[in-house]
C-alpha cells in the first residue's frame, strides 16, 4: 500500500534563510509527486509536482523539490524564506501504475520568523 | 478561471442531525473529489467520481454518507445522521481527469462542528 510521511509537525525558519520541508513516500511502482499549500480558512493550492525527467522540479512561489528515488524523499526547498510563507505544507503521493488514489501526509507547518 | 465554489462554509449541528454539502467544480473539469480532513491531519478521500459515476468511495461511510453528482458538474455530500466524529473540513476538488499526474483543484472547504 502507498503511503506518505511528512516526520516535522513543525518547521521554524528565520526570514532570509534557506528552507526545507521533508516528506518520504512509499509505493509498489513509481511515483507521482506533489507538494500543495494551505493558508488559513483557504482550501489546499497546489505548488510543484514530479512526473519524470529532472530530480530537481520548480514551483509557484519560488519553491522547488528535488526527487530522490533511492532515498524515496521528495524534500521542498526554497532558498530564501519569506515571511508570507507561513503555512501548512502537504506532500502527496500517488502510484504510477496501480493510478490508485492520492494519498496526502498529515502536514508539516511552516513558521517564518521576521 | 473560476475556482472551485463550495456552500456553506461553516456548519454546526448537534449530534443525529442531518447536514449537506454543495460544490460546484472548475467548469470542464471531469473529476470530482470530497476529502475530509480532520484537525492535525492530511485530507482523506472519501469519494471520486469521474463525470457522474462513482469510482471511488471505498472510504466512504456508506451507513451515514452519502453523494451525487448530477449531470456531471455539480455534486452534494449528505450526513445522515452526524456524530460527533464527523466534525472536520470537508473539502471539495476537481481535475480536468483522475488519472495520472493531473494536480487537483480545491475549494475553501466547509467546517462542520458537530455538538
Known amino acids: 500500500a502507498q503511503s506518505v510521511a511528512q516526520p516535522e509537525d513543525q518547521v521554524n525558519v528565520a526570514e532570509g534563510n534557506p528552507l526545507t520541508v521533508k516528506c518520504t513516500y512509499s509505493v509498489s511502482g513509481n511515483p507521482y509527486l506533489f507538494w500543495y499549500v494551505q493558508y488559513p480558512n483557504r482550501g489546499l493550492q497546489f505548488l510543484l509536482k514530479y512526473i519524470t525527467g529532472d530530480n530537481l522540479v520548480k514551483g509557484s512561489y519560488g519553491f522547488e523539490a528535488e526527487f530522490n528515488k533511492s532515498q524515496t524523499s521528495f524534500h521542498l526547498k526554497k532558498p530564501s524564506a519569506l515571511v508570507s510563507d507561513s503555512a501548512l505544507y502537504f506532500c502527496?503521493?500517488?502510484?504510477?501504475?496501480?493510478?490508485?488514489?492520492?494519498?496526502f501526509g498529515k502536514g508539516t507547518r511552516l513558521h517564518i520568523l521576521p | 478561471e473560476a475556482g472551485v465554489a463550495q456552500s456553506p462554509r461553516y456548519k454546526i449541528i448537534e449530534k443525529r442531525q442531518s447536514v449537506a454539502f454543495w460544490c460546484n467544480p472548475i467548469?470542464?473539469?471531469?473529476?470530482l473529489y470530497w476529502y475530509q480532513q480532520i484537525l492535525g491531519q492530511g485530507p482523506k478521500l472519501l469519494i471520486q467520481?469521474?463525470?457522474?459515476?462513482?469510482?471511488?468511495d471505498s472510504q466512504l461511510p456508506k451507513d451515514r454518507f452519502s453523494a451525487e453528482r448530477l449531470k456531471g458538474v455539480d455534486s452534494t455530500l449528505k450526513i445522515q445522521p452526524a456524530k460527533l466524529e464527523d466534525s472536520a473540513v470537508y473539502l471539495c476538488?476537481?481535475?480536468?481527469?483522475?488519472?495520472?499526474?493531473?494536480?487537483?483543484?480545491f475549494g475553501p472547504g466547509t467546517r462542520l462542528t458537530v455538538t
Open positions: 502527496a503521493v500517488r502510484d504510477r501504475e496501480r493510478d490508485d488514489k492520492i494519498i
Open positions: 476538488a476537481s481535475s480536468l481527469v483522475g488519472q495520472g499526474y493531473y494536480e487537483q483543484y
Open positions: 467520481f469521474q463525470n457522474n459515476g462513482v469510482v471511488d
Open positions: 467548469s470542464g473539469h471531469a473529476t
